[in-house]
């Protein structure tokens, strides 16, 4: 079992930044794809970024990408959502996830699921 717990989240204006964090339990963690997803109201969740164990491969949304970045500390059990130039659009709960496989960019595929963190994006 894994337990993630996001934190990180808030208002910030349009143009502004925030950094998502994840702490995860056991010391198993270094051996998962980390990944970050999101779900406006309304909508299904949807894939943002995702990151392999050892943190050499990354892959990223198409709407995020070149705005967002996604890192590791294995050390910290401890996965990170850089996002910089927000938009309204990315206005959405961020939720974390594990997964035990390879990598993957399907909501289906992940394993384990923090309670997620608000960002509201202002105009």
């Known amino acids: 079992q894994v337990q993630l717990v996001e934190s990180g989240g808030g208002l910030v204006q349009a143009g502004g930044s925030l950094r998502l964090s994840c702490v995860g339990s056991?010391?198993?963690?270094?051996?998962?794809?980390m990944g970050w997803f999101r779900q406006a109201p309304g909508k299904e969740r949807e894939f943002v970024a995702a990151?392999?164990?050892?943190?050499?491969?990354?892959g990223y949304a198409d709407s995020v990408k070149g705005r967002f970045t996604i890192s590791r500390d294995n050390a910290k059990n401890t996965v990170y959502l850089q996002m910089d130039n927000l938009k309204p659009e990315d206005t959405a709960v961020y939720y974390c996830?594990?997964?035990?496989?390879?990598?993957?960019?399907?909501?289906?595929?992940?394993?384990?699921w923090g309670q997620g963190t608000q960002v509201t994006v202002s105009s």
């Open positions: 996830a594990a997964r035990r496989d390879g990598y993957s960019d399907y909501v289906g595929a992940y394993d384990f």
């Open positions: 990151i392999t164990w050892s943190g050499k491969t990354t």
């Open positions: 056991g010391r198993i963690f270094s051996s998962y794809v």
